[in-house]
């Protein structure tokens, strides 16, 4: 992992000394295997004009609280310029950053500052969709029937008598049918064009080699101003099935990760990927300086999950059957498995997430609404990710303990998923993902909390007044708080030998709903243990106690410990 110049929060509150830091690039085999890699959703990190939504030029200026935190590398959500009818998943132009954001001499300062403190740039791509504001779709539109440039998208005739009715059966992952008719230049019916998300973000065709040779050239761009990787968008929807085959079945959604679709998971997407793959290895010669590709690739399997991550296709992908465990020992001692035998044979790191833009923040969804219950099985269920082999996830807001905020007025709502769904009976997205993008608080006792300039400026999603207590600033140097428990966290990761790049673990005995594992390696162990029941459990001291996600812990007799309930320990051996 990069080493941060910065001197890592000394331990405290139930902690002991870290083990002495180690070689950590000489013993890493590509930076990306053991990478800590925070997401960053730009909307809502920090707003640096005032207008009320995030930008560039605040990241930029809270690149050092992330350098300071401990991670490796940053991970943007989409900045390009968009219509916004899905928060920027609706691409106009790829190659321009959208004003609200900045323009691009902002995207290479950042670049080039996040670089300057040791942090890696990941940005989003999104290879599967694009805007229907996109200059090709809108040429199509307007050139009718025929036109080549409806050939780079999936343009269909329907069915019925004249047409009326959609091409096959596929709906949307927003809800409602997957297609949407186009009008013909002269105001007449049309064909249909299909969209797997809104419809305002037609899907590409990738049977089309003009999209192809696009993609090509934008990896280029992006890694020519210097970004470190790409997360892939939909990674898993770029091909579908031949003939666009109905499926037959109502609520599809409901498949997603289950099944093999004829709009997702097709195999003719490894070729792609294949073709990527000689494109970023042409940028970087050795581990430390590779460019990297990252899946967000729902599959049914695991073990189809890692064939993205084969040697000559992409370098990582999420892992969502992890993050779709829940809090109980023995489905995540079966994930965890899982996980890692399906990566070892092709040689790629497992990946471990708990939250992100997409899904409710995992403090929320691992919880039953007691609020210090719930914090606590947080901070034991990140420890817990953190002492896994390979590279973690953190979504920005979760190092203070953010909860979601379930209630947001639906006239402030932007999930288009919400919007589709308003007055329909369509199956689709619940359209709650607002809860998990409400802005981050940094300082201040009233909203917006100085997300913005303003002590009183406007925030694009309403904060709640109790975050004033989960703030950045109220945080800092609370040893009992979230945020420094993940800077102790992060700290003891890089330094400890046998914590960050693996393929194993080593499963020790453990009553029933507790998890205990040993890493090691040839400069120490750790072992980790996890107590996923709401009561105390006693176990047997591994080790010298070397970080705990809760107080200070009882040790009987020198020999045995008394684990809280919802609580990971970690200890030296």
């Given at each position: 992992?990069?080493?941060?110049?910065?001197?890592?929060?000394?331990?405290?509150?139930?902690?002991?000394?870290?083990?002495?830091?180690?070689?950590?690039?000489?013993?890493?085999?590509?930076?990306?295997?053991?990478?800590?890699?925070?997401?960053?959703?730009?909307?809502?990190?920090?707003?640096?004009d005032g207008d009320g939504m995030g930008d560039l030029a605040g990241i930029r200026s809270r690149l050092p609280y992330l350098r300071d935190l401990g991670v490796d590398a940053v991970w943007l959500s989409p900045f390009y310029s968009s219509p916004q009818a899905d928060a920027g998943y609706d691409v106009a132009d790829y190659r321009v950053v959208d004003p609200m954001f900045g323009e691009l001499a902002d995207a290479d300062g950042l670049i080039a500052d996040a670089h300057g403190l040791g942090l890696r740039v990941i940005v989003d791509l999104v290879p599967n969709h694009a805007s229907d504001q996109h200059a090709w779709f809108r040429q199509a539109l307007r050139e009718g029937p025929g036109s080549p440039l409806r050939g780079r998208f999936h343009f269909r005739p329907g069915h019925g008598e004249n047409g009326e009715l959609p091409p096959n059966d596929w709906e949307s992952i927003f809800g409602g049918p997957a297609w949407t008719r186009t009008a013909n230049p002269d105001g007449s019916p049309g064909e249909w064009y299909l969209h797997l998300f809104a419809p305002q973000q037609p899907d590409f065709n990738w049977d089309s080699r003009a999209v192809a040779d696009e993609f090509r050239s934008l990896l280029r761009f992006w890694l020519d101003l210097g970004v470190d990787g790409f997360r892939i968008d939909v990674a898993h929807g770029l091909v579908k099935a031949a003939g666009l085959p109905d499926i037959g079945v109502h609520d599809q959604i409901r498949l997603l990760g289950n099944a093999v679709l004829p709009f997702f998971d097709q195999d003719g997407v490894h070729e792609i990927y294949r073709d990527w793959r000689r494109i970023l290895d042409e940028y970087g010669t050795g581990p430390d300086s590779r460019r990297i590709a990252v899946a967000e690739a729902w599959t049914p399997t695991v073990e189809r999950t890692a064939l993205y991550l084969r040697p000559d296709e992409l370098h990582q992908a999420f892992n969502f059957q992890y993050l779709g465990t829940g809090w109980a020992a023995e489905p995540l001692r079966a994930v965890i498995d899982a996980s890692l035998d399906s990566m070892r044979p092709v040689g790629a790191p497992a990946t471990w997430v708990l939250s992100n833009h997409d899904v409710v923040r995992h403090l929320t969804r691992f919880g039953g609404g007691d609020r210090e219950q719930d914090l606590d099985r947080a901070r034991a269920a990140t420890m817990l990710m953190l002492?896994?082999?390979?590279?973690?996830?953190?979504?920005?807001?979760?190092?203070?303990?953010?909860?979601?905020?379930?209630?947001?007025?639906?006239?402030?709502?932007?999930?288009?998923?919400?919007?589709?769904?308003?007055?329909?009976?369509?199956?689709?997205?619940?359209?709650?993902?607002?809860?998990?993008?409400?802005?981050?608080?940094?300082?201040?006792?009233?909203a917006p909390f100085g997300f913005g300039p303003a002590e009183d400026g406007p925030s694009w999603l309403p904060q709640p007044a109790e975050w004033a207590k989960l703030s950045v600033e109220a945080q800092t140097g609370d040893a009992s708080s979230t945020l420094e428990l993940y800077r102790r966290a992060l700290a003891v990761r890089r330094e400890h030998p046998a914590l960050g790049a693996g393929d194993a673990v080593e499963w020790l005995d453990a009553p029933p709903g507790v998890l205990c594992f040993r890493r090691g390696s040839a400069d120490g162990s750790l072992v980790c243990t996890v107590n996923t029941t709401t009561g105390p459990l006693t176990v047997p001291v591994p080790g010298r106690l070397l970080l705990a996600s809760t107080g200070a812990l009882t040790v009987r007799e020198r020999e045995q410990v008394v684990l809280p309930g919802d609580s990971t320990a970690w200890w030296s051996c």
């Open positions: 992992m990069t080493q941060h110049p910065a001197a890592p929060n000394p331990p405290t509150a139930g902690a002991a000394a870290a083990t002495p830091a180690a070689a950590g690039a000489a013993r890493r085999p590509g930076w990306w295997r053991d990478a800590v890699i925070y997401q960053v959703y730009p909307r809502s990190f920090a707003d640096a002492a896994l082999p390979g590279s973690a996830y953190l979504y920005q807001g979760e190092e203070l303990g953010l909860p979601e905020v379930p209630d947001l007025p639906d006239a402030v709502r932007q999930d288009p998923a919400f919007q589709r769904a308003q007055g329909t009976e369509a199956e689709g997205q619940e359209g709650m993902r607002d809860g998990c993008r409400v802005p981050l608080p940094w300082s201040g006792a009233h």
